[in-house]
């Protein structure tokens, strides 16, 4: 067991418009499956790349252990896969190889494939196999669910059950649950560290928010009863001293108590000041609260009712590539009100009938029906070709720039990101400029490929909150099996 220790850790890239990281400061044991969560934008990422040396900054970052980053960037797809693990780690032991492998249900036979032939599955499987195959490393494990199937996913969280001494950054309770004991946790003004997988963070969490607003709710009901008071004191005050300068009672003819009246003015000013100090006190204790809660306002969506029923209809399709089949005899239709989760292993042909329904050159034999004058809003599975600013791609999508900012805002975009470039954004950033425009858009039907991936997790459960209240009729593709659960009112499986 080792530590790494943060001190004082201060950040920003160059030119940015403000930190990343500010004064930050804690420790790790290296024996931990260390979970890693935080909003979209806030520094994941590149807190993985400090610890790996690619960037200057200021404060102090020690460890005995070697870092190593998942996913391994393979320059040249071409090479056989066994090469590519020798790029990794060239001292490797083959039968050490061949168990991690086994572990992870992947045949020693893709090993002498060439890299690129390999499926997402088998390329993330081989190159943790490869990466845990390193002696005493501390593996920096970076989104590696994303275009997983659910299957992959699960061997992949067995896997991981099994080993220690690792970070990884996944916005997947389900996969996040089963393989972590602490959480690394970037607020919005601080970094923590609790045990626990996410579910025992988040509802800490919960607990902590929910004891925060309401000790502000009792503060602000203080303040208010601090400032009434302090009005009626300077009013009794203000009375007491114009008592003081009257020469004479008129009606008595009895000359005041000019001494007693002074006692009493200064006990007035004395409890003013003492009300003035709680009330100070109660200010700035409120000024503590709430700086971490999590804004996760109700978003919007604009479904359209269609004027037939079904509005979609598949009868024996079948998509072939040149001499390649992806699926066959094809049959289902899409009914007004459904949200139909598309699921599959990697390969079974998802996105083909997504993009088959979005009119994209798919060859197809079979009938597929799709009513007259349907509109669909579409959200594709990557994010490549975003650019430019967020009024330049509004116009171009022909969505109104200020709902589209609004709905950006309720993701987590502080408007400081709106002088940006899409290019600039994170990947998870990029993926809410999709979902946030297809939001903007009325629509019969929403089609949405893989739309979480790099989404973090309270994103997530807003956009399921914005589902199941609004109801529009939905065919997505998507390996969050809490998401499904929570969504899906039917599941189609290829």
């Not at 400090?50 to 391994?72: M, W």
């Amino acid at each position: 067991m080792s530590l790494i220790s943060v001190n004082n850790l201060t950040f920003a890239y160059d030119g940015s418009y403000d930190n990343i990281f500010e004064n930050v400061s804690f420790q790790i044991d290296t024996n931990w499956k260390l979970g890693f969560t935080g909003r979209n934008g806030r520094g994941k990422t590149t807190f993985l790349n400090l610890l790996l040396g690619k960037y200057e900054y200021s404060g102090q970052i020690s460890s005995k252990v070697h870092f190593d980053y998942f996913p391994f960037e393979v320059a040249d797809q071409s090479v056989t896969t066994i090469e590519v693990v020798e790029q990794v780690v060239p001292a490797y032991e083959y039968w050490r190889l061949a168990k991690e492998l086994n572990e992870l249900a992947v045949s020693e036979e893709v090993l002498y494939r060439p890299f690129g032939t390999l499926s997402s599955g088998e390329r993330t499987k081989v190159l943790l196999a490869a990466l845990f195959l390193k002696e005493n490393n501390f593996l920096l494990i970076d989104e590696p669910t994303n275009h997983l199937d659910q299957h992959a996913r699960q061997i992949v969280s067995d896997y991981l059950q099994r080993k220690k001494g690792f970070i990884l950054v996944s916005h997947d309770r389900t996969f996040l649950d089963a393989c972590i004991d602490h959480i690394l946790s970037i607020n919005k003004t601080n970094i923590e560290i609790q045990k626990g997988n996410f579910s025992t963070w988040y509802y800490n969490k919960q607990l902590q928010d929910s004891f925060e607003t309401a000790e502000n709710e009792k503060l602000v009901k203080n303040i208010k009863a601090m400032e009434s008071a302090a009005r009626r004191t300077a009013r009794w005050s203000d009375t007491i001293e114009k008592r003081k300068s009257r020469n004479s009672d008129r009606d008595a003819g009895v000359k005041p108590d000019k001494g007693h009246i002074g006692a009493q003015a200064a006990k007035m000013m004395k409890r003013s000041l003492a009300v003035q100090k709680r009330k100070q006190d109660a200010i700035e204790e409120k000024s503590k609260l709430l700086k971490n809660i999590e804004r996760a306002d109700s978003l919007k969506i604009h479904p359209l009712s269609f004027h037939t029923d079904p509005l979609i209809t598949f009868e024996d399709v079948s998509v072939r590539y040149g001499e390649t089949p992806v699926f066959g005899n094809l049959t289902f239709d899409v009914k007004r009100g459904e949200r139909i989760a598309l699921q599959g292993r990697n390969g079974c042909g998802k996105s083909s009938v997504v993009k088959l329904i979005c009119g994209f050159d798919v060859p197809f034999d079979g009938t597929m029906r799709i009513g007259s004058g349907l509109k669909i809003s579409y959200v594709p599975q990557g994010t490549s070709g975003l650019s430019g600013t967020l009024d330049d791609y509004a116009a171009a999508r022909s969505i109104d720039a200020t709902l589209f900012k609004a709905i950006l805002r309720k993701l987590d975009f502080a408007r400081i990101q709106f002088e940006k470039r899409i290019e600039d954004y994170s990947d998870g950033q990029k993926k809410k400029v999709l979902i946030a425009a297809s939001l903007c858009e009325e629509a019969h039907l929403y089609i949405w490929d893989e739309p979480l991936n790099y989404i973090d997790v309270i994103s997530r459960m807003q956009i399921e909150d914005l589902l199941l209240t609004y109801k529009p009729t939905m065919l997505f593709v998507e390996h969050d099996n809490a998401f499904c659960e929570n969504v899906a009112t039917r599941i189609r499986i290829l």
